[in-house]
């Protein structure tokens, strides 16, 4: 896959954070994004409510151009960090979808990881190996996951990159997503910034702003197929 080219657009300050978040506009055929949306007074269910069903009424074609071009964004943000083991998600519920991207991974020679709904410690994701031949089967929710192996599993602190599923985030790189707090129970494992984590969502899955939670945990990148953010 080739990389595309990126140009600056300079960096905003967050000063409640008293952090400096830099907004990299990709230089890509999509149009702008559509407004951000205020989500500004709004709980966090209806955020998700909302973000969900924005995400869901993207059309077939959008799904697809949406999904390559942030994929060779991805993909370059895996080559500049050197990461050769990267844990990724299969798409659900209108997610930017990853099968392009792992195969690309795949032929970079890349070892992906997908998370797996921990058998017994609740709330909890275990990330196995993927591939190929991978056996698979169906989760609580729906989404297909490598069948438990132990040899299979990679620890938290292997990865060297996480690429999160997410429902909404916001400029300051917050994160909220599907309600179970797997996610959350994952990145507060990550010491010294390993592995990172980087969010993958459509732009119309940005707001405003985000309740946050003191569990939430935010997200050092985020790319989305017309931009990256990235958190210092
Ligand atoms: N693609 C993908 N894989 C993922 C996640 C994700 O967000 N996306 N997860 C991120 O954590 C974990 C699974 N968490 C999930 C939590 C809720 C639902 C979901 O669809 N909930 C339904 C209600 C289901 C029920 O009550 O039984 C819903 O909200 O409509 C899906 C995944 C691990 N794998
Ligand atoms: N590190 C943690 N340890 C224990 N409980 C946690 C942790 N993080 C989140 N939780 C719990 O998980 C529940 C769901 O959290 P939240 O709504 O933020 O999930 P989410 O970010 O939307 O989901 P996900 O992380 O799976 O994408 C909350 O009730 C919270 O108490």
Redesign the pocket.
């Known amino acids: 896959m080739t990389i595309t080219r990126f140009m600056e657009s300079g960096a905003t300050n967050a000063p409640t954070l008293q952090a400096t978040i830099k907004i990299t506009h990709f230089a890509t055929p999509l149009e702008n994004p559509d407004p951000l949306f205020d989500s500004s007074g709004m709980s966090r269910d209806n955020i998700r409510r909302h973000v969900r069903q924005e995400r869901n009424s993207l059309s077939a074609e959008e799904q697809h151009q949406f999904a390559l071009i942030a994929s060779r964004h991805l993909l370059a943000e895996v080559q500049a960090h050197n990461a050769q083991h990267v844990a990724i998600?299969?798409?659900?519920?209108g997610?930017l979808a990853t099968q392009k991207l792992i195969e690309a991974l795949w032929e970079e020679g890349i070892k992906t990881y997908l998370?797996i709904?921990h058998p017994f410690s609740k709330g909890n994701?275990l990330f196995l190996h993927y591939h190929a031949n991978s056996k698979m089967v169906i989760n609580?929710?729906g989404?297909a996951e490598p069948a438990l192996s132990v040899q299979a599993i990679i620890p938290v602190n292997k990865l060297d990159m996480i690429v999160t599923?997410l429902v909404a985030f916001d400029d300051k790189g917050n994160r909220m997503?599907?309600?179970?707090g797997?996610?959350d129970r994952t990145l507060c494992q990550v010491v010294d910034g390993k592995p990172l984590a980087v969010g993958f969502a459509h732009d119309c899955q940005q707001v405003s702003q985000l309740p946050i939670e003191y569990w939430d945990v935010p997200l050092p990148v985020i790319i989305t197929p017309t931009r990256r953010f990235a958190c210092q």
């Open positions: 998600y299969l798409t659900h519920d997610e998370p709904i994701l609580q929710y989404i599923p997503g599907m309600g179970g797997y996610y």
